[in-house]
């Protein structure tokens, strides 16, 4: 098996790794680190939990490392995600990778003082990892200059998409140099992702880690037909089994979210929300309880969860199944990490077996029914005919016919390769 020895990553690198335990390079490591060492441009399809922020976050670092800047102030790389938890855990990675190299790094998202931030900019750094609304603001009011970025990577498109922050996105894009090394992450590509990395990726290495809306196998899903006015007794009685030991639970409202965390509290059962309109120091009071154990139980929406990077989930609950296929996949991304096994449970009642059967579809297998539970309502199985999953309508590949090159291009390879030679490092845009 490939060790990371073998992607060709130096040693203060590979030090690091080894003291976060890390053994061997993921699938999407091993097939992303490779070209991104070598200058090119990236598009990764990869579901959550598959290892993405290292595929990216140490060539950057190695890249960084390997061609210092003389006198430098503003970035040479950015990193633009779509949540305040994401944002942060990619800053966070940036640290523990970076532990031996010289490589300044911060933050930037809305939600808390800006005044931290924009004293981190003046001091100056290499690295910021931006949430999109900040990062516009800051821009516009003259605190960050993206005029030094050789390096741009753009993580969790679709969500982007979700989020409706593909026009930010647009215009950040605008804002940076033509001549750079560009990586667009999505677990899924919906047309106007496609559209998008055609816009601005230069002929790039195209990964493809596992399908579009698959779902990781070590995950044991499990679907269980209740009326919804037992909905809420049936999850005390799953959260009160010994086999649960921590359980990230979602609604797909944030007023339901807060309703259920408190209905939980009074259940006896140490519940939190969170979700966009929850504060940033609540967020982050709600995951630091998570993490340490003190709160059994996170309720999220979907926006919130995809900064949601924890270990030792052991159970997802679908307290209400999502409206949007593709969210099932997220959601139950967020147990089954490293390897390890996990749990996803929907409560399906009978106004979402329409949900239900297009998770089915996208996923391209019939979930397990599981009747053996005291709240079964036989009533409200519906009809199921077999999944016939159509790959590739809803969720282009990645080489579908409008591949990403074949559109209009930031800079020519002439200006690239210039640049390349004036700065002595191959490769290094």
Do not use: W
Not at 38 to 65: E, M, N, S, W
Not at 329 to 336: A, D, E, L, P, Q
Not at 367 to 384: N, Q
């Amino acid at each position: 098996m490939q060790t990371f020895e073998d992607l060709s990553l130096i040693s203060p690198l590979l030090r690091a790794l080894d003291a976060q335990d890390y053994q061997r390079p993921t699938p999407i490591q091993q097939q992303a680190i490779p070209p991104l060492l070598a200058g090119r441009d990236v598009l990764g399809c990869a579901q959550t939990g598959t290892g993405k922020t290292a595929a990216f976050a140490l060539p950057i670092l190695q890249r960084l490392a390997e061609a210092p800047p003389a006198k430098a102030r503003a970035p040479r790389a950015l990193v633009l995600t779509p949540t305040r938890e994401l944002a942060a855990q990619i800053d966070e990675s940036f640290r523990d990778y970076g532990r031996h190299v010289r490589a300044r790094h911060a933050v930037i998202f809305g939600g808390v003082n800006e005044k931290p931030q924009i004293r981190a900019l003046e001091r100056g750094l290499d690295i910021l990892v931006a949430t999109p609304g900040r990062l516009l603001d800051l821009l516009g009011r003259g605190y960050v200059d993206l005029r030094a970025v050789e390096l741009f990577v753009l993580d969790e498109a679709d969500r982007m998409l979700d989020m409706g922050f593909i026009h930010d996105v647009r215009k950040v894009l605008a804002a940076l140099p033509r001549d750079r090394q560009n990586l667009l992450f999505s677990a899924t590509m919906p047309p106007p992702i496609v559209e998008l990395a055609s816009s601005f990726l230069d002929n790039p290495a195209q990964i493809e880690v596992t399908p579009p809306a698959t779902t990781v196998e070590r995950i044991e899903q499990r679907v269980m037909f209740v009326e919804r006015q037992n909905k809420r007794a049936l999850l005390v009685s799953l959260l009160g089994g010994t086999d649960v030991d921590r359980a990230l639970v979602f609604t797909r409202t944030k007023h339901g979210a807060n309703r259920l965390a408190t209905q939980l509290d009074k259940a006896g059962i140490q519940a939190a929300a969170i979700h966009g309109n929850k504060s940033q120091s609540a967020r982050t009071r709600a995951l630091d309880g998570f993490r340490s154990g003190a709160i059994s139980v996170l309720i999220a929406t979907d926006i919130a969860a995809r900064g949601i990077d924890v270990d030792g989930i052991s159970h997802v609950v679908n307290y209400e199944l999502p409206n949007e296929p593709e969210s099932y996949v997220h959601r139950i991304g967020r147990t089954g990490r490293a390897g390890r096994s996990g749990v996803a449970i929907s409560l399906c009642d009978g106004t979402e077996t329409g949900y239900l059967r297009a998770i089915e579809r996208t996923i391209g297998q019939r979930i397990d029914v599981d009747e053996g539970h005291g709240y079964h309502a036989a009533a409200v199985v519906p009809g199921r005919p077999a999944p016939e999953r159509t790959r590739g309508d809803a969720t282009p590949r990645p080489n579908d016919a409008r591949r990403p090159g074949n559109g209009r291009r930031q800079g020519s390879r002439a200006s690239r390769g210039s640049r390349q030679r004036r700065s002595g490092s191959a490769g290094f845009r």
